[in-house]
């Protein structure tokens, strides 16, 4: 039987090389929605898939959010700036924890 593989180990085969070549035009697809209540099932949802090393060239890294708007004939997509770690979120207290607090005695902070 005759394999189109060459007889050498797979540590010496030649690397694949990785192609960063951004798309010039993709087409918007459709999908539907599988198990919908029956009203929706037939009409198509667009679909527009993206992907590739070319995208990280843009400043699209595994995990970045995207900020969408709707533009004039098309879609923008913006990476949002990652929040500082540093500062973290206080939530304020509400008034049932306000009240708790002073029934104890304690003054809450602002």
């Given at each position: 039987?005759?394999?189109?593989?060459?007889?050498?180990?797979?540590?010496?085969?030649?690397?694949?090389?990785?192609?960063?070549?951004?798309?010039?035009?993709?087409?918007?697809?459709?999908?539907?929605?599988?198990g919908g209540n029956g009203e929706y099932d037939d009409i198509p949802i667009p679909c527009v898939k993206l992907r590739g090393l070319w995208m990280r060239r843009a400043g699209l890294d595994v995990g970045a959010r995207l900020k969408l708007e709707l533009i004039p004939g098309g879609i923008q997509l913006t990476v949002e700036p990652e929040p500082d770690p540093a500062i973290p979120k206080v939530r304020?207290?509400?008034?049932?924890?306000?009240?708790?607090?002073?029934r104890q005695g304690q003054q809450p902070n602002p």
């Open positions: 039987m005759h394999s189109s593989r060459p007889e050498t180990p797979s540590s010496e085969l030649p690397k694949r090389k990785l192609h960063v070549t951004q798309p010039a035009r993709v087409r918007v697809e459709a999908l539907y929605h599988p304020q207290m509400g008034r049932l924890q306000k009240a708790r607090l002073e």
